[in-house]
C-alpha cells in the first residue's frame, strides 16, 4: 500500500494565485522530496526537506514539515501555466526505499 | 534527465510473452531502480539495485525479474506477462548514499493484450 497519501487529488487555479498541496506519510522519515511530473514525462526533483528541517524555500517553493503529524505541504506561489502538472511527494524510509504519494493533479488556467 | 534512456518506449505484447525493459544510464549512479505508474497509485517499486549484481525487491515485485550485470544498465523482465503488467514503467537513478535525489528516465509505456 501507499505509505503517501496527497490531498488533494486534483486542484484547478487561477494564473497568479497561490497552491497548495499536502502530504501525509505513515512511518518515520529521514527526508521527504516532492517531484513534479508534467504529462507523458519522467519526474523532476524540486526540493528535499529533512526530518529535522520544520520549513524550506526555493524560489516560488515553500514546503514544511510536520514530523508529529506525519505530513507536509508544498506551496507554489505566483502559479504560471507552466505549474500545470502533477505533484507526488515521496519519502526515504532507510538507505534505499521511497515511497511516493499518489499525487495531485494541478491545472493552472491561464 | 541525467542521461538517462529507456528502451523501448512504448511495447504492446500479448499475454505470456516474456518482455525485457532497458534503462541505461551515462551519469555513473550507484543506485537504480524500476518503478511503475497506474492511475491512483502514484509510483511503486517494483525492484532497485544497490551496486553491480547487487539487487533487492521493492513492494510489487511479483512477476519481475532484474538484473544489472554493469553499472549503466538495469534491465527489467517480465517472464509471462500479463495484463495487470499493463502500465507505465519509470527508471530512476540516484548518486549514491550522499545524496538523496532521484533522477527518472522519460519512461516506457507497455500494454499487455
Known amino acids: 500500500s501507499q505509505q503517501g497519501e496527497e490531498d488533494p487529488q486534483a486542484l484547478s487555479i487561477q494564473e497568479g494565485e497561490n497552491a497548495t498541496m499536502n502530504c501525509s506519510y505513515k512511518t518515520s522519515i529521514n527526508n521527504l522530496q516532492w517531484y513534479r511530473q508534467n504529462s507523458g514525462r519522467g519526474l523532476v526533483h524540486l526540493i528535499l526537506i529533512r526530518s529535522n528541517e520544520r520549513e524550506k524555500h526555493s524560489g516560488r517553493l515553500r514546503v514544511t514539515l510536520d514530523t508529529s503529524k506525519k505530513s507536509s505541504s508544498l506551496l507554489i506561489t505566483a502559479s504560471r501555466a507552466a505549474d500545470t502538472a502533477s505533484y507526488f511527494c515521496a519519502t526515504l524510509s532507510g538507505t534505499y526505499k521511497y515511497i511516493f504519494g499518489t499525487g495531485t493533479r494541478l491545472k493552472v488556467l491561464a | 534527465d541525467a542521461g538517462i534512456t529507456q528502451s523501448p518506449r512504448h511495447k504492446v505484447t500479448e499475454t505470456g510473452t516474456p518482455v525485457t525493459l532497458r534503462c541505461h544510464q551515462t551519469e555513473n549512479h550507484r543506485y537504480m531502480y524500476w518503478y511503475r505508474q497506474d492511475p491512483g497509485h502514484g509510483l511503486r517499486l517494483i525492484h532497485y539495485?544497490?551496486?553491480?549484481?547487487?539487487?533487492d525487491k521493492g513492494e510489487v515485485s511479483d512477476g519481475y525479474s532484474v538484473s544489472r550485470s554493469k553499472t549503466e544498465d538495469f534491465l527489467l523482465t517480465l517472464e509471462s506477462a500479463t495484463s495487470s503488467q499493463t502500465s507505465v514503467y519509470f527508471c530512476?537513478?540516484?548518486?549514491?548514499?550522499?545524496?538523496?535525489?532521484?533522477?527518472f528516465g522519460p519512461g516506457t509505456r507497455l500494454l499487455v493484450l
Open positions: 530512476a537513478t540516484r548518486r549514491g548514499t550522499d545524496e538523496e535525489t532521484q533522477y
Open positions: 539495485s544497490y551496486g553491480v549484481k547487487d539487487t
